[in-house]
């Protein structure tokens, strides 16, 4: 297996179920994940959005007490991403932690932009929540 996995986790100063249920609403999206979402909107029982890579499909993992936010992001290319997310009591905190995963094909460059664009989002849901 060929695959590299970088775990992106931020700390974030608020319980971690308040962080959880920002984070899981996905019309929050486009106020943290610039990565994904520039705007969002349930049509036709699924949630669309615009994206730097451009209309996307979202999917999300049902609503649990685990903290899992795993989502399917469905490309236009019609190429389906997993993307593993959580949401871990850190104390009175939480930690939020991603794992980014290189996809066949993607170079050192791409994957580091890739991180580079992932830890800014995980910033900015810090910035929105700790306001």
């Given at each position: 297996m060929d695959a590299v996995s970088r775990h992106l986790s931020e700390l974030i100063d608020r319980p971690a179920a308040e962080v959880y249920a920002f984070a899981a609403e996905p019309a929050n999206l486009p106020r943290w994940a610039a990565g994904l979402s520039g705007s969002i909107e349930f049509v036709d029982g699924r949630w669309?959005?615009?994206?730097?890579?451009?209309?996307?499909?979202?999917?999300?993992?049902?609503?649990?007490?685990?903290g899992v936010l795993d989502h399917w992001v469905t490309l236009p290319t019609g190429?389906?991403?997993?993307?593993?997310?959580?949401?871990?009591?850190a104390g009175d905190g939480s930690e939020v932690v991603f794992t980014l995963r290189r996809r066949a094909g993607v170079g050192d460059d791409d994957f580091e932009a890739d991180a580079a664009a992932i830890r800014a989002d995980l910033a900015t849901l810090k910035k929105v929540l700790e306001r």
């Open positions: 669309r959005a615009d994206s730097p890579m451009g209309a996307v499909t979202v999917e999300f993992a049902p609503r649990n007490d685990f190429e389906t991403n997993y993307n593993p997310l959580r949401v871990l009591a």
